[in-house]
Nanobody, 128 residues
């Protein structure tokens, strides 16, 4: 059982940067692929980014590619999401999630159902 706790959310202006972190405990962190998702009120949860167990392979939603960077530190049991050039449409609650299946083909790798463990979320609000 893995517990995930996100941090780093807040209120920023359009064009600013923000770094989200997710701390994992209770499991072997390096055995999980990790993902970030986001959800706006009244909308479906949306895939943002995924990183493989070793960190060598990453994937991004088209809407954030080139602006967001996912990374992980297996020694510290953390996964991060560096967000740059933020836009108002990036406003959402951001969740990190853990997938025990390290290698997963598209589109399953981007499906929420593929992830067994979820954090409580952290709010990111971008004002225009």
């Amino acid at each position: 059982q893995v517990q995930l706790v996100e941090s780093g959310g807040g209120l920023v202006q359009a064009g600013d940067s923000l770094r989200l972190s997710c701390a994992a405990s209770g499991g072997t962190f390096s055995s999980y692929a990790m993902g970030w998702f986001r959800q706006e009120p009244g909308k479906e949860r949306e895939f943002v980014a995924r990183i493989s167990r070793s960190g060598a392979i990453t994937a991004y939603a088209d809407s954030v590619r080139g602006r967001f960077t996912i990374s992980r530190d297996n020694a510290k049991n953390t996964v991060s999401l560096q967000m740059s050039s933020l836009k108002s449409e990036d406003t959402a609650v951001y969740y990190c999630a853990a997938d025990p299946q390290g290698l997963r083909a598209y589109p399953d790798s981007r499906a929420g159902a593929s992830y067994d463990y979820w954090g409580q979320g952290t709010q990111v609000t971008v004002s225009s």
